[in-house]
Structures are given as C-alpha cells and as structure tokens.
C-alpha cells in the first residue's frame, strides 16, 4: 500500500521563478494538506483540500496557491519565489470527513518532502 | 492563539539511557496531541497519539499521557537506542470547532550514542 508520494524531491529555482510540487495522497484517504518546513523549525501549515476546495488556509501569502484534483491528488503552487521560501515542503494526507472538530483529530500522513531551494 | 512549546535540543544520551522531551501546549476546546518523528532526509512519521484528557499513547517503547491540568504531553522513553536518533514534534489539532490544521513545536533533536 503506497504511501502519501510527493514529486520532484528536490529542486532549485531562482527568485522570481514559479515552482509546482505534486502530492499524491495514501490510498483511501480524501484530504490533503502542505506545510512548509524552514531548516530547524517545525511544520507550518499552508492549506488544506477538500472536495476539491481550499477549506482552510494558514498565515502565507497569495503567492502560494493550490488544487486538488478528482482523485484527490494535490499541487502546491508558488508564484514569484523569494529567498526566504526555500524550505522542506511537506504534503500529508487524511480521511477529511464532514465535521469540523473531529477532522482535527484525523491522523496525518506525510510525503518524504519536496525540498526547494530559491537562490 | 493556539501553541505547542518544546523543550530544545539537542538532547544527548547514551544507549538504555532514559528519555524525556517536554511538551506543553495552549489550545481552546479539547485537541487531540500527537508525537511525530522525522529521521534525516524523510517526512514525519506519527509516533503516538491521544485524544482526549488521561489518554496514554504508546508505540515502539514511546509513551506520552495527555494532561489537561498542567497542559503538557511529555514523550518518555525508558531504554533509548542508537536508531532512536531523529528529531521529535509534539503538536495538536483539531481544537477549535471548524479547525483543521495542526500546530506543531520546533522540535527536539534527539542523539543517542552507542
């Protein structure tokens, strides 16, 4: 059984460049969600899809942008990237279900990672 | 807002030593709280969990007991071993009603010498 699989595992851009990172999610699972991961810092969440929607979204800026598609896979988009984005990208998914407290306490499993470093 | 504190590291131990790594957090409703690993070079691995307060998550010699009193959710270990070496996060989700992401701390480093 496969596990949460995330594409490329590493890449280098430039500032000002554009990056796409691609999750594909465990299998039975329905619900993804990227956290960046600054060099010795714990993961920060990004966003969350469901159903195809951004259901929720942490404190990062427009330039970070997502999708699900129709089988659940993800992309993580950044537009315009600064130095400051270079960080380990992680991608984990769930079993979203319908309610709001209890989804909280879905158990996350995680992707190895996309590293990106913005020179 | 909500909040996971842990103690830093690195943490250094001989083999059989016995581990603590503190944990604490701040949280509105009740969260779940979680321990993850991350060996070098890979994702996060769920270690343990509980749900709810007095709950004792167990795994691999690992335990951790939610205490809603003091608000911590310390990770113990009574023999560590050298494969034991990773980095360790606490964090919580699921607290207030509508919330899904997950809080986690900045992590501990965790060394273990043969």
């Known amino acids: 059984d496969a596990g949460v699989t995330q594409s490329p595992t590493h890449l280098i851009k430039t500032r000002g460049q554009q990056v796409t990172l691609r999750c594909s999610p465990k299998?039975?699972?329905?619900?993804v969600s990227w956290y960046q991961q600054a060099l010795g810092q714990g993961p920060q969440f990004i966003f969350q899809y469901y159903e195809e929607e951004e259901r929720q979204r942490g404190n990062f800026p427009d330039r970070f942008s997502g999708h699900q598609f129709p089988n659940y896979s993800s992309e993580l988009n950044v537009n315009a990237l600064l130095l400051g984005d270079s960080a380990l990208y992680l991608c984990a998914s769930s079993r979203g279900g319908r309610t709001g407290i209890n989804s909280g306490a879905n158990v996350l499993t995680f992707g190895a990672g996309s590293r990106l470093t913005v020179l | 807002g909500d909040s996971v504190t842990q103690m830093e590291g690195p943490v250094t131990l001989s083999e059989e030593a016995f581990l603590t790594i503190n944990c604490t957090y701040t949280?509105?409703?009740?969260?779940?709280l979680f321990w993850y690993v991350q060996y070098p070079g890979e994702g996060l691995q769920l270690l343990l969990k509980?749900?709810?307060?007095?709950d004792k998550g167990s795994n691999k010699g690992f335990e951790a007991t939610y205490r809603k009193e003091t608000t911590s959710f310390h990770l113990e270990k009574g023999s560590v071993q050298v494969s034991d070496s990773a980095v360790y996060f606490c964090a919580l989700g699921g607290t207030t009603s509508g919330t899904y992401k997950y809080i986690f701390g900045t992590g501990t480093r965790l060394k273990v010498l043969a």
């Open positions: 509980a749900t709810k307060a007095d």
């Open positions: 949280a509105t409703g009740y969260p779940s």
């Open positions: 299998s039975g699972h329905d619900t």
